[in-house]
Every structure is written in structure tokens, then in C-alpha cells.
């Protein structure tokens, strides 16, 4: 089990964290619950309502969306990557479901406690939508190069 300490060196490398200071990981890592997942276990699926979001401490979760004929690998997320963080946003249903690809060690943090971060500390949700803002603009990019091939 990581200690408050390595919750927050280990949040620091978390993209989805970038920009955020000592003492804001201090804050986030007070929420966050460590979770394990075994081979081709399923962090979550598509469809369902997202109640939290995860960063991957070790080992590889793919992402993965069914058409009405097949299930489709989209990305292999590894150590650092967050998943599902649009979740901790939105009351949507999940646009793709997580499953481990071997064994796998993540942070979890659930929608509302991070809600309740954010009214205490609002700073926070500028960080974290900056972030997530970047996260967007490089999807659109990757989308319009595909576009073009």
C-alpha cells in the first residue's frame, strides 16, 4: 500500500495532474483508494454510468468499444495514463469500456469526493480542466489526421 507520500511522487506523474502543486496532490491523494485488477478483468464497461476515474500504477488496461458486430481495441494505456476521467465530469454513460490486460494496480477517485475537493479548493478544477482541455485538443488532432489518410 503507497503511502501518502508515494501517492503524491506517483501523482505527479500522472498527466492528468500536470500543473498541479505539491500541495494539491496532497489534497487528491487524500481521496484517491488504490485497486487491483486481475488478467482480462474489466475496470469497467461501456454503457455504464461513470462514478470515478483511475490512474494506472502498474501494468497495462486497453480501452476497448463495441460496434454492433465486434469489440474493438482502441488504445493499451500503461503506468501514469489516467482512465475514464471524463467520468468524474459528466453524468454520461462510459464512451468505451477498461479491461486489465495482466495483473494491474491502479488509483481510483470517485466522482464525488473529487466534488467535493473542487467546491472546498476550486483552483483545482482549473488544473484538472486544463488538462483535460489539452487531452481534447490532441484527440482532435489525431482525428483530423486520420481524416486525411
Given at each position: 500500500m503507497l503511502s501518502i507520500m508515494e501517492k503524491i511522487l506517483f501523482l505527479k506523474t500522472a498527466s492528468?495532474?500536470?500543473?498541479?502543486?505539491?500541495?494539491?496532490?496532497?489534497?487528491?491523494?487524500?481521496?484517491?483508494?488504490?485497486?487491483?485488477?486481475?488478467?482480462?478483468?474489466?475496470?469497467?464497461?461501456?454503457?455504464?454510468?461513470?462514478?470515478?476515474?483511475y490512474i494506472i500504477i502498474s501494468g497495462e488496461i486497453e480501452i476497448l468499444a463495441q460496434s454492433s458486430k465486434r469489440e474493438h481495441r482502441i488504445a493499451v494505456l500503461g503506468k501514469s495514463q489516467p482512465v475514464g476521467e471524463f467520468a468524474v465530469l459528466d453524468d454520461e454513460a462510459r464512451s468505451a469500456g477498461a479491461r486489465a490486460v495482466?495483473?494491474?494496480?491502479?488509483?481510483?477517485?470517485?466522482?464525488?469526493?473529487?466534488?467535493?475537493?473542487?467546491?472546498?479548493?476550486?483552483?483545482?478544477?482549473?488544473?484538472?480542466?486544463?488538462?483535460?482541455?489539452?487531452?481534447?485538443?490532441?484527440?482532435?488532432?489525431?482525428?483530423?489526421?486520420?481524416?486525411?489518410?
Open positions: 492528468v495532474f500536470d500543473g498541479m502543486n505539491s500541495e494539491q496532490l496532497k489534497l487528491i491523494s487524500g481521496i484517491t483508494t488504490e485497486e487491483d485488477l486481475n488478467p482480462r478483468e474489466d475496470l469497467f464497461r461501456q454503457g455504464e454510468l461513470g462514478d470515478k476515474m495482466q495483473n494491474v494496480k491502479v488509483l481510483s477517485v470517485e466522482k464525488e469526493e473529487l466534488k467535493e475537493l473542487i467546491r472546498e479548493f476550486p483552483e483545482l478544477a482549473f488544473e484538472f480542466f486544463k488538462v483535460l482541455i489539452r487531452k481534447n485538443r490532441e484527440t482532435n488532432r489525431q482525428l483530423l489526421e486520420l481524416k486525411k489518410q
